[in-house]
Nanobody, 116 residues
Framework: QVQLVESGGGLVQAGGSLRLSCAASGSIFSSNTMGWYRQAPGKQRDLVATITRGGRINYADSVKGRFTISRDNAMNTVFLQMNSLKPEDTAVYYC??????????WGQGTQVTVSS
């Protein structure tokens, strides 16, 4: 089992910034991918960004150039720096951990609200 603890959500005006953090603990093996997904009311959960332990990164087109994902492997923590936030970024953001054995874990979610 892997436990994920998220922090950093909140309310911000359009154009502002927020930084999300997610710390993983438990049965963490060397090969894994951590990332962020988001779900707006009435919509499906969508990919925001992922990063492998080796540093390979994938972004959704909608956040490229505005969001930056990074991780601290020693602390098993992933970060999401969100700049130039837009009202359409408003959603619950979920941390995700996936190992190479096919297991996936989710955080409890953190609300990000961007006011216009």
């Amino acid at each position: 089992q892997v436990q994920l603890v998220e922090s950093g959500g909140g309310l911000v005006q359009a154009g502002g910034s927020l930084r999300l953090s997610c710390a993983a603990s438990g049965s963490i093996f060397s090969s894994n991918t951590m990332g962020w997904y988001r779900q707006a009311p009435g919509k499906q959960r969508d990919l925001v960004a992922t990063i492998t332990r080796g540093g390979r990164i994938n972004y959704a087109d909608s956040v490229k150039g505005r969001f930056t994902i990074s991780r601290d492997n020693a602390m098993n923590t992933v970060f999401l720096q969100m700049n130039s936030l837009k009202p359409e970024d408003t959603a619950v953001y979920y941390c995700n951990f996936a190992n190479n054995y096919g297991s996936t874990y989710w955080g409890q979610g953190t609300q990000v609200t961007v006011s216009s």
